[in-house]
């Protein structure tokens, strides 16, 4: 109790200064979480819409409400932990149930499997699919085994359009417009990276708000927002090179906007 109040008040004080990203440490990261694609598999076809998609899991209960201090000073959703789905660079969509029974269509045992279509048609041509797993405030669990990606194309096929999935990637993930974001408290912002480290002398990732505040993170880690005024924002994330140019691949900038109420 004593810790929430301080925490407030800290927050409070914060806030009513000029906008600041703050980072902070991540939430326990169980090593057990294993997420993988079961379908479309990478490089599988896909003859027409709307997409199947099934995902088996491993050591993470979905629907759950994450039981960390952090869902005290953030944005919680009752949906509980779920998967994030992200295909392409739009915003992702939560999964968080009901499971399948694995081995309903899988030779081998995972704990649990999902099977969903995707909320959109997809057009013709090559896209990626990107899951991972995230707590019921938003944030991403940042095990190389809680994330995973395939390229899968719709229709016929292009030469040479897959995204190369060894190179640098992006995962753009808080803020979204799936939460409730209230004046004077904190934001969580969060993305996952892959293939790549931050450091003060190698790969960086460019946080701007509004086209007027950015900022360069060093560290891959939670933070948060604070000073943000009601009403709707808009926010860039952009990976960067060695060089402090925009890292090649398809989804290494993305923008999102949110609402703060």
Request: aromatic share 14%; proline share 6%; with cysteine.
């Amino acid at each position: 109790m004593v810790r929430n109040i301080i925490f407030l008040l800290f927050s409070y004080i914060i806030a009513s200064h000029s906008l600041q990203i703050v980072p902070v440490e991540r939430t326990p990261q169980p090593n057990s979480v294993i997420v993988r694609i079961a379908y479309p598999e990478n490089t599988s076809s896909n003859k027409t819409n709307p997409i199947w998609v099934q995902v088996r899991l491993q050591g993470y209960a979905l629907g759950a409400d994450s039981q960390f201090p952090r869902a005290k000073q953030v944005a919680n959703s009752d949906r509980g932990q779920s998967l994030h789905i992200v295909v392409d660079n739009k915003p992702y969509f939560p999964v968080s149930g009901p499971g399948i029974d694995p081995y309903d269509e899988i030779g081998d045992y995972f704990e649990d499997s999902y099977k969903f279509l995707l909320p959109f048609d997809l057009k013709e041509g090559s896209h990626t699919l990107r899951v991972y797993c995230a707590r019921s405030f938003g944030e991403s669990l940042k095990n190389e085994s809680s994330f995973d990606v395939v390229n899968f194309f719709v229709g016929k096929k292009e030469s040479g359009s897959d995204v190369d999935l060894s190179a640098p990637m992006l995962t753009y993930n808080e803020p979204s417009m799936r939460f409730f974001y209230e004046e004077g408290l904190p934001i969580l912002l969060d993305f996952f990276l892959s293939n790549c480290e931050l450091s003060s002398d190698g790969f960086k990732v460019k946080v701007t708000i509004d086209d007027s505040y950015s900022q360069v993170l060093t560290s891959w880690q939670p933070y948060y927002i604070y000073g943000l005024k009601r009403g709707k924002h808009k926010i860039t994330l952009e990976l960067l090179d060695v060089d402090g140019n925009l890292s090649s691949g398809s989804y290494n900038s993305s923008t999102r906007s949110f609402i703060v109420h």
